[in-house]
């Protein structure tokens, strides 16, 4: 890839690379030119996707609520690539249940890697892209939720309600240091995990919600995530990119 979108030379971090979008995420910024280091708590949930991407792509086990973990991770990157200069917070959790039947167990486990596992990982990465000098950019995986209600997981809304904030926080506080941070904010994003949810009667009732009347899919987030993570976004910071076929704005 040629032009502003490409990442040729960059070293791009994808956390939670072990699900759909975290793979789909890591071979569009490889695609673009990036070395890409495929991240989750188990190295080996990886190791495939990395091995198919080739020379420039490497897995690395890295929990984002332990700051060694994050620490020994960020290490073998600069090991192998160097230091890496964008990073995709992608890693996330959601805990189903009523208000009612939330325990503090659930919240504090949402918390911990939705909120305040975005929040070591990127403050560990913008310390390490400040001391090469070099900039860089962090990509925020938020949500619709964070916006507007859905059912059933009020720790989750919640906390990507933080995340959104923290961006915008981040933007405005890196950006001296010539770190851009913005969010994409997906809503329903069709994935092997809720793909039969979705074909059911009360799926397809929920996609009706949607002025688009369709589910997004990982192709309609490889745009955005290339606009903030490329030079093609270098005057955007603190800024989120909403992905939701017009969900977050109906009042239906």
């Not at 890693?91 to 167990?105: C, D, N, S, Y």
């Not at 923290?166 to 069709?190: D, F, K, S």
Request: hydrophobic share 50%; aromatic share 4%; charged share 15%.
């Amino acid at each position: 890839m040629t032009g502003h979108f490409s990442l040729a030379g960059s070293v791009a971090l994808v956390t939670g690379a072990s699900g759909g979008l975290g793979r789909h995420f890591a071979r569009v910024l490889h695609v673009a030119g990036a070395a890409v280091v495929l991240a989750a708590r188990r190295a080996e949930s990886v190791a495939a996707a990395a091995t198919a991407l080739g020379d420039r792509a490497m897995p690395v086990a890295l929990d984002v609520t332990d700051a060694g973990s994050i620490a020994a991770a960020l290490d073998a990157v600069e090991a192998r690539f160097g230091p890496c200069d964008v990073l995709v917070n992608n890693a996330g959790i959601a805990v189903t249940k009523p208000f009612l039947q939330q325990e503090e167990a659930d919240w504090d486990q949402v918390m911990d890697v939705d909120l305040r596992g975005a929040f070591v990982m990127a403050q560990a990465a913008a310390r390490r892209m400040v001391a090469a000098g070099k900039g860089g950019a962090i990509v925020n995986i938020a949500s619709i939720g964070g916006v507007r209600i859905i059912p059933g997981v009020a720790a989750y809304t919640a906390a990507k309600a933080g995340l959104l904030q923290l961006t915008r926080q981040m933007g405005v506080e890196l950006a001296r240091h010539r770190i851009r941070v913005n969010a994409i904010a997906p809503g329903y994003i069709e994935t092997d995990i809720n793909r039969d949810f979705f074909a059911s009667e009360a799926g397809q009732a929920m996609v009706k919600r949607i002025p688009q009347r369709r589910l997004g899919t990982p192709d309609d987030l490889t745009g955005p995530l290339l606009l903030l993570a490329s030079e093609a976004g270098a005057h955007m910071t603190g800024s989120v990119i909403t992905v939701d076929g017009g969900h977050s704005v109906n009042a239906l």
